[in-house]
């Protein structure tokens, strides 16, 4: 799939994985449509990449949401041709604490935001993307790119919500990669390990340091530009399809 002239559904894409996916996608001759639920930043982020990108406030969550920000994107775009999905959320808990077992509401909507708003926006892009002409040779018509984590196959104590949220991303790429085979769409899923983030940068040398250890090489946490790259070999090679990829820099993490 090329990137040039085509269209990019991106969440979280104000932000993070989402916006280094956002500038790569424009970078390279696209046009994206960010779907972040942080209405200001997206905005703002939207404007400085330029006039090939809109934002729209979206509750990946939200049925009606998502669907409406989807139809929006296709009055003002006319297609989707690639979506990303960088939306998430991180919440440690163990399952007893000091307060009893985990809330299971709390679990619920780590589970809703991440796998449920997953799968939301996918479906609903997948469904635009079928009606795309096909681009090549090989009748291919969408990429989707969904967003676990090395969670989802060595989380942490307190990450069995996180856990399982990615895990469940992780589980269902091959189905999805089987269900829309006929409509001549891929998907495949990245599985980021520790990668800098605002809260990271301040973390103190007690914090990062263990975690950098953990990294077999190179010797550092990852970033986004490193999350973008790959993205785009997934959205340029057609034969990527059905597989979650590790990008962790061999890292294994340990109980805690």
């Not at 400085?48 to 809109?54: I, K, P, Q, S």
């Not at 990429?143 to 069995?160: E, H, K, L, P, R």
């Amino acid at each position: 799939m090329k990137l040039n002239d085509n269209v990019a559904v991106i969440t979280g894409g104000a932000s993070g994985l989402g916006r280094a996916t956002a500038e790569m996608v424009v970078n390279s001759g696209g046009k994206v449509a960010i779907f972040d639920l942080n209405e200001d930043l997206g905005r703002q982020t939207a404007a400085e990449l330029g006039n090939d990108t809109r934002a729209y406030k979206v509750n990946v969550v939200d049925e009606v949401s998502t669907a409406e920000a989807v139809r929006q994107v296709i009055a003002d775009f006319g297609s989707i041709h690639i979506n990303v999905n960088c939306a998430g959320i991180g919440a440690a808990a163990r399952t007893i604490g000091k307060d009893g077992p985990l809330p299971l509401k709390n679990f619920n909507f780590v589970i809703q935001v991440n796998l449920i708003g997953t799968f939301n926006t996918l479906r609903l892009c997948a469904a635009e993307m079928q009606k795309n002409q096909p681009e090549s040779e090989d009748g291919e018509k969408g990429v989707i790119i969904n967003t676990a984590s090395v969670a989802a196959f060595d989380g942490q104590i307190g990450q069995a919500a996180y856990a399982a949220s990615k895990a469940g991303v992780a589980g269902m790429t091959l189905p999805i990669a089987r269900d829309l085979s006929r409509a001549g769409i891929r998907i495949c899923t990245i599985a980021p390990g520790i990668f800098e983030t605002p809260m990271m940068a301040g973390a103190p040398d007690r914090v990062r340091d263990p975690l950098i250890e953990m990294v077999q090489f190179p010797k550092r946490l990852g970033n986004a530009p490193d999350y973008a790259l790959l993205a785009r070999q997934i959205i340029e090679n057609s034969y990527l399809n059905g597989e979650t990829i590790r990008l962790d820099g061999a890292i294994r993490m340990s109980a805690r």
